[in-house]
């Protein structure tokens, strides 16, 4: 009987963490994980996530890392899930061979809406595609 309930409360617990939310969208370091691209039709894994990240502040703003440049900039959202980002200024060091510094920012400037999930965050990027992050 023990056993039982043991497993039991094991599996109601594996559950609620599913169903609960990769964390809050402010305050947190989201690392650009992959993105898929609607035309042409692809789908890309980020190898070096740390080196891509955004931080959503609770005033609007973010700071960002793409590679090796610091990127600021604001966000907004309404109607729900819909979302605005709007970078600003930026380093521009060249990064070197294989960054994908450009592409992450310009990702995130097409942004139209997000979802938060167990498995992080997505950004759409309205027809384009999505950018997938995790924390």
């Given at each position: 009987?023990?056993?039982?309930?043991?497993?039991?409360?094991?599996?109601?617990?594996?559950?609620?963490?599913?169903a609960t939310p990769a964390?809050?969208?402010?305050?947190?370091?989201?690392?650009?994980?992959?993105?898929?691209?609607?035309?042409?039709?692809?789908?890309?894994?980020?190898?070096?996530?740390?080196?891509?990240?955004?931080?959503?502040?609770?005033?609007?703003?973010?700071?960002?890392?793409?590679?090796?440049?610091?990127?600021?900039?604001?966000?907004?959202?309404?109607?729900?899930?819909?979302?605005?980002?709007?970078?600003?200024?930026?380093?521009?060091?060249?990064?070197?061979?294989?960054?994908?510094?450009?592409?992450?920012?310009?990702?995130?400037?097409?942004?139209?809406?997000?979802?938060?999930?167990?498995?992080?965050?997505?950004?759409?990027?309205?027809?384009?595609?999505?950018?997938t992050f995790h924390q």
């Amino acid at each position: 009987m023990t056993r039982v309930l043991v497993l039991t409360l094991a599996f109601a617990t594996l559950l609620i963490g599913c169903a609960t939310p990769a964390g809050s969208l402010t305050n947190t370091t989201w690392k650009w994980s992959g993105s898929t691209t609607t035309s042409p039709a692809s789908q890309t894994a980020v190898p070096n996530p740390d080196n891509y990240t955004i931080n959503f502040k609770p005033n609007n703003t973010f700071d960002a890392k793409a590679d090796c440049n610091q990127v600021s900039g604001s966000w907004s959202t309404d109607n729900g899930n819909s979302m605005t980002i709007k970078p600003g200024p930026s380093t521009l060091a060249a990064c070197g061979p294989g960054s994908l510094g450009s592409q992450f920012v310009a990702g995130l400037t097409q942004a139209t809406n997000y979802v938060l999930d167990a498995n992080g965050m997505t950004l759409t990027l309205g027809t384009a595609g999505t950018m997938t992050f995790h924390q």
